[in-house]
């Protein structure tokens, strides 16, 4: 027996995968195919749901980004320090500041924290438009998304500089959606997680939390993009005790390139005051928008910094979030069947 | 044109119809991911291929814009995304095939076999052959895998590796001649000659 068909037989009894195996993987693709197509809620029905707000374009960015930001522990990856520079955002530290003023929500394990939002986001498909969205999700506090509930309807879209809004666009609009379930998988690795039983226990000095921010990526323009789209992870439908929250704004205020928007609306048409990160791969400028009184978070936009990149004149506003409200029920409401 | 080849001919012409209507990737999907997930599954064991099955297919979907549509059959470019996907768990890789070659025991395989007895007379050379091959090159590693367990030509590895056909040829020659050494002592120096007559 030589050594190719020894070869040949090493390892020969592991089968061709199981039907259930392959629809796994064949999951993770359709939605990425769902999210590409336009990901306008009412449309793809067949395709699998994950609709986390923070996580859509942490998700395109994590794919782009390859290799770095889905590494698992274990991978040969060299050690990289994070040296955490120092904070440079006012907004941010204005915000770590009037944290403690806020009221502090204490959601217990088996409740949810509920959010209430609008939405803005580009529908790439056959035709390109801006679709709009209510939203109210249920997170568990324990637990991913899976456990999660969404109820929505879609608001009136916004036309796509360049392009007619298609009638498509119109199709379920001021219709209720749910209530029906968040997400079918959720297979976010730990760091990425979002939840408050995993938030709570981040670390809440500003240093460690950087690292967090930074885990598994390198220190170049695309690290830093990565680890501020990680901060919209932690802002968007997410809720930080208040000791992770003030790290984490101390943090992000040291991320390299963040500067200050004075003037920023949000999806709700609310002004306020943004600390910014301009992304020059994407083209755009990545906002998380502040009351300028009170510094509550009140939500992001992105506009448009490189009309060729982003394939929209400069100064387009893209993508905005607007958060309601922020509270805790005991229970989420029953789904809809499928 | 076989059967076969008819339907991997396809192959470009879906991933150009994907570029307009993403969904049509589906298609490349459901042609390839069984295979892929067998090598990698091979490679790796189940729970880390998992991970790189999945992040191939979006990898490639991601990157379908630069797929280059003289090349009809995907699957080097598939097994070349796969194969970089796979770097990250070379660790992994070289610590399951030295547990073999210490004790004989495959966690790779742990899974899928129940009659662990069957393959004893095997057994010395199994593990041999396992720690030669935790000790070749990873970039010679992946080119004999491709052509033994994946069954991709010269050709179609130097397209999914990115290298040369000569370094190919090269590669798989010496990991050959690697494992000839480990299993029967054969003097590899004696048998390169007949190794160039392969494709």
């Known amino acids: 027996m030589n050594e190719m068909t020894q070869l040949e037989r090493f390892r020969a009894e592991v089968p061709q995968p199981g039907p259930a195996r392959v629809r796994r993987h064949e999951e993770r693709l359709l939605a990425a195919i769902a999210r590409d197509a336009g990901g306008a809620p009412e449309r793809g029905r067949r395709t699998p749901r994950l609709r986390l707000l923070g996580l859509a374009a942490g998700l395109a960015a994590a794919v782009t980004a390859g290799v770095v930001v889905v590494a698992r522990p274990g991978a040969e990856a060299p050690q990289i320090i994070h040296p955490m520079p120092v904070a440079a955002s006012e907004v941010l530290e204005r915000a770590a500041e009037h944290a403690s003023r806020a009221p502090e929500l204490h959601p217990e394990p088996g409740q949810f924290l509920v959010f209430e939002s609008r939405t803005m986001n580009p529908s790439y498909g056959t035709d390109r438009y801006l679709y709009r969205t209510w939203r109210k999700v249920w997170l568990p506090v324990r637990g991913d998304a899976t456990g999660g509930v969404i109820d929505g309807e879609n608001l009136p879209p916004e036309p796509f500089p360049g392009w007619p809004v298609p009638a498509e666009a119109y199709e379920g609009v001021g219709r209720r959606s749910g209530p029906e379930k968040l997400a079918d998988f959720d297979d976010r690795v730990e760091y990425l997680r979002s939840d408050y039983d995993y938030v709570s226990r981040l670390p809440t000095e500003p240093q460690k939390m950087y690292e967090h921010l930074y885990t598994e990526l390198g220190n170049g323009p695309r690290d830093d993009a990565e680890a501020w789209n990680r901060v919209r992870g932690l802002l968007t439908e997410a809720y930080l005790p208040r000791a992770q929250r003030v790290a984490l704004f101390r943090a992000a205020a040291a991320i390299p390139g963040v500067t200050t928007v004075r003037h920023a609306v949000d999806a709700a048409g609310r002004t306020g005051i943004a600390a910014a990160r301009t992304d020059p791969v994407a083209g755009r400028r990545d906002e998380f928008i502040f009351d300028p009184k009170t510094y509550l978070y009140l939500g992001e936009r992105s506009v448009v910094t490189d009309a060729a990149k982003a394939e929209a004149p400069v100064g387009t506003v893209l993508t905005s979030s607007a958060q309601l409200s922020v509270s805790v029920a005991d229970h989420a409401p029953a789904v809809k069947g499928d | ?199």
């Open chain 2, 1 to 199: 044109m076989s059967e076969e080849s008819r339907a991997e001919a396809d192959d470009a012409s879906c991933i150009e119809r994907s570029r307009r209507d993403p969904e049509v990737f589906a298609e490349v999907f459901h042609r390839h991911a069984s295979d892929i997930t067998r090598y990698v599954t091979r490679r790796l064991g189940e729970d880390a291929a998992d991970d790189v099955v999945a992040e191939t297919f979006l990898a490639a979907f991601r990157q379908r814009h630069g797929y280059d549509l003289s090349h009809p059959s995907a699957r080097p470019w598939l097994y070349g995304i796969a194969t970089n996907l796979m770097r990250r768990h070379v660790r992994t890789e070289v610590r399951q095939l030295r547990l073999v070659e210490r004790t004989g025991v495959d966690p790779v395989t742990a899974s899928f076999t129940d009659r662990s007895d069957e393959r004893l007379s095997a057994e010395a050379s199994r593990r041999r052959l396992a720690g030669a091959l935790a000790s070749l090159p990873k970039g010679h590693r992946d080119a004999l895998l491709l052509f033994t367990w994946a069954g991709l030509s010269y050709a179609e590895i130097s397209e999914a590796l990115g290298v040369r056909l000569g370094t190919v040829q090269s590669r798989i020659n010496r990991a050959r001649n690697r494992l000839r050494e480990e299993l029967g002592g054969i003097n590899p120096l004696a048998t390169v000659s007949e190794e160039t007559v392969c494709e």
